[in-house]
């Protein structure tokens, strides 16, 4: 059963494609309304031309997404949680671009 909060996923891997942690389990998640949404960042991407981003890269490309999560401005949003887990330079980084984001929804990553 899907919950009526949203769950969104912004990981990070050094490929995709079959070497995607837990591909088909995110596959299923996202067919199933179980999450509604998966951003990738490929620290080593294998194609051709593809250029290197990061966990904190797709989350400054979705900054007004996760602004308006992280600090809603009525009281018809509830609100976000964001959990974190990786090494300590990745949470350090994700951090840093929260913080960057903060500001602009009058939010403190305090």
């Known amino acids: 059963p899907r919950s009526s909060q949203s769950c969104m996923l ?28 998966l951003s990738i960042g490929e620290s080593r991407p294998e194609e051709e031309g593809r250029r290197r981003q990061l966990v904190q890269d797709k989350l400054l490309e979705d900054a007004d997404e996760i602004g308006r999560l992280l600090y809603p401005k009525t009281r018809e949003v509830e609100g976000a ?18 913080a960057g984001i903060a500001p602009r929804f009058a939010g403190s990553i305090e």
């Open 10 to 37: 912004w990981m990070g891997c050094r490929h995709r494609g079959d070497a995607l942690p837990h591909g088909p389990e995110l596959a299923e998640f996202l067919r199933s309304g179980v999450l509604q949404r």
């Open 81 to 98: 949680m964001m959990l974190v887990c990786g090494a300590a330079a990745m949470g350090s980084a994700v951090r840093g671009a929260i």
